[in-house]
């Protein structure tokens, strides 16, 4: 059985039919990848996942229990984290109150600090700045920052949203080797990315999208030698 299994989700904003019966599935430990040009629908598609939004028909299984109509907060409990597009920190508050923050649905003190150690480890530029207002820190900082707050609930899956996004092409490649030694770490992660080409190299498998449908699906690998993807989302 699949760890998530989304089956033929309809999602509309208005009268406008966003998600058309859009269908896939991660397995424990993988890398999915969502890819496709802009309104294709995937951030639509993790809101309907996190439970940000609602789908009209279709419906979302987690680890073997339906979580359609599941709120946002209480997914977070079960164990999937969402790291928003444009990074949405804090930035009044301190980067080590951001990271509380990610572990809001926890009780267990000595639990919290131990998982603040590990984020401190993956993210040694955090602890550095940790009694720093999140809004003063650089993009790259930022993206650490959401992500290591996501990783505070201690999820089982981590749902990533463009975390390349306005980055230069070096910290774009600091966040992908994050991205591996998270997923390296034991978390499987679901990936939504403009950057194809990235996305593709350390993916296990892929789902493109277009206009709201699930248009091509397989290994990454194979995905990131197709002709039509290549020309259509890797510029080649």
């Known amino acids: ?38 309104g294709a629908g995937k951030t639509t598609t993790l809101h309907t996942v996190t439970g ?28 999937i984290a969402h790291v928003p597009e444009g990074r949405r920190v804090f930035s009044q508050l301190s980067v080590f109150d951001n990271l509380k923050m990610g572990a809001f649905t926890r009780k267990d003190k000595q ?39 996501a990783l505070m609930s201690r999820p089982r899956l981590i749902v990533m949203d463009e975390p ?31 950057n194809a080409k990235k996305a593709l190299s350390i993916a296990d498998r892929a789902y493109v999208l277009e206009t709201g449908s699930v248009t091509m699906e397989g290994r990454a690998s194979d995905l990131l030698n197709d002709e039509k993807v290549q020309k259509a989302y890797l510029g080649e």
């Open 164 to 194: 390349s996004m306005g980055l230069s092409p070096i910290l774009v490649n600091e966040i992908f080797d994050i991205i591996k030694v998270v997923s390296e770490s034991g978390t499987t992660v679901l990936l939504v990315e403009q």
């Open 52 to 79: 940000l939004l609602r789908a009209k028909r279709g419906s979302i299984t987690f680890e073997g229990q339906d979580i359609s109509r599941i709120p946002a907060h209480k997914i977070v409990q079960m164990g």
């Open 1 to 38: 059985m699949a760890m998530l299994e989304v089956k033929d989700i309809h999602v509309y904003y208005g009268m406008i039919h966003a998600l058309k019966g859009v269908s896939f599935e991660v397995n424990q430990g993988e890398v999915i990848a969502l890819i496709g040009a802009n």
């Open 111 to 149: 639990e919290i600090a131990e998982s603040l150690e590990i984020v401190y480890r993956r993210f040694p530029r955090l602890e550095e700045r940790k009694n720093q207002r999140a809004g003063t820190l650089s993009g790259g900082e930022q993206q650490m920052l959401a992500m290591g707050r």
